[in-house]
């Protein structure tokens, strides 16, 4: 018979958040580019800020129905989230974002070809760099899963198509391709545009190839394997005359996960070029670091003709201790953002680094009902270089919480 189920999820983050002061003054005087924005402003910026915060993050407050027909050949899932969403990353204003962001977060179709295959059409998770972390305390104040601080985060969703093929038990293959996010994921006018009849135009985007993921997950039983690559290419239309035109973005991630009683060892790894031009969600910083320069406004780019590529290298360890109905998760991460202006030097270079640290301990207090405290620390680089040859103390942030989740 044709099934319908109806599941969803209900979670409230209980949270005390600080910022030292350097990492207020960044984000309310520095606006996180190291160029003052405020030339006398109207509080303090010298000062720490902290709030306790009783919010549900938009994240993890879903209702779910899935589909499948009498034989299982057609499957669907749609998903609608709602709730607090983070506070447009200016936090000491304390703006906790949209009280009713409702958003579909999954609208999926499952075609089954054989036991082996199947497609997948609709909004779905990415192939790519799929694994995350157990860190979710804090999604109304910009922190889930690491996001920014060791992890390129695959759990997003994105409109494409996947082929799902089965090798074997312990190989198989998934091949995607992604609406390549035309004119959505950076600012346009960042290029030297076109001069048309005296007056200066945005380029356009103009994407013929969709963004391609591939992944081959391997299943050793206790050990786990996840390789995965991603590409995409940006191309840009009427540009300045003898200019680039196009970025291209790539990355190779690799995820793995070991048990040993009640020890589980999770763990990715991920390069990539320009990864923060693309739709992928944790590959840039507030400052900006992880994007490619184009050509801008910017008195010091002037006259370039090239651009010139972000790299990042992101990693995180998450290990779990599992005693009676809590995991014990002790984490720690960490992304490195770095771009080399070979033309104008230090004029759009980047040189910043952040990390993650803490422990999360989920507990399973009834069937489908979960309590996790959780305590993290996370630093956005202290000596950064961002656009110029000056350090910036992008500061640290600091965040002891409880959640209470309810799957059902």
Request: proline share 5%; hydrophobic share 40%.
């Amino acid at each position: 018979m044709a099934k319908i189920k109806i599941g969803g999820m209900i979670t409230q983050d209980v949270l005390y958040f600080d910022q030292d002061s350097s990492r207020t003054r960044s984000e309310t005087f520095y606006n996180n580019t190291g160029v003052p924005v405020y030339p006398s402003p109207a509080y303090n910026p010298q000062s720490k800020f902290s709030a306790t915060d009783i919010r549900m993050p938009q994240a993890l407050n879903r209702l779910n129905v899935a589909y499948s027909n009498d034989d299982n050949t057609i499957r669907g899932f749609i998903e609608i989230r709602g709730g607090t969403n983070a506070g447009g990353g200016i936090d000491v204003l304390d703006t906790p974002g949209n009280m009713s962001a409702f958003v579909w977060n999954y609208a999926w179709i499952d075609w089954v070809l054989s036991p082996n295959d199947f497609i997948r059409f609709g909004r779905q998770t990415q192939a790519f760099a799929i694994r995350a972390p157990s860190q979710m305390v804090g999604s109304a104040r910009g922190h889930v899963v690491g996001n920014g601080f060791g992890n390129i985060h695959g759990g997003t969703s994105r409109d494409g198509i996947r082929w799902y093929h089965t090798f074997t038990d312990t190989v198989k293959l998934e091949v995607m391709l992604l609406d390549p996010d035309n004119d959505g994921a950076e600012t346009i006018g960042a290029f030297s545009p076109q001069v048309i009849g005296g007056a200066t135009a945005n380029v356009l985007e103009e994407n013929w190839m969709p963004r391609i993921d591939v992944a081959l997950p391997l299943n050793f039983g206790n050990v786990r394997l996840w390789p995965s690559g991603t590409y995409l290419q940006q191309k840009y239309d009427q540009v300045g005359p003898g200019r680039e035109d196009t970025i291209d973005i790539w990355g190779l991630a690799l995820g793995g996960q070991v048990k040993v009683g009640p020890l589980t060892f999770d763990a990715e790894v991920t390069y990539g070029q320009n990864l923060a031009n693309g739709n992928y969600v944790g590959a840039a910083t507030g400052s900006g670091a992880g994007m490619a320069a184009g050509f801008s406004a910017n008195a010091a780019l002037v006259g370039n003709d090239a651009i010139n590529d972000s790299k990042v290298t992101a990693w995180w360890l998450d290990v779990g201790w599992a005693i009676g109905p809590a995991t014990i998760h002790g984490i720690v991460g960490s992304s490195k953002f770095k771009r080399e202006d070979d033309i104008t030097p230090a004029g759009t270079n980047i040189d910043q680094t952040t990390w993650m640290y803490g422990v999360s301990i989920p507990i399973s207090v009834a069937k489908g009902f979960t309590i996790r405290p959780e305590i993290m620390g996370y630093d956005l680089d202290t000596s950064a270089n961002v656009g110029n040859t000056t350090e910036r103390d992008f500061g640290k942030e600091y965040l002891v919480g409880v959640q209470f989740m309810l799957v059902f």
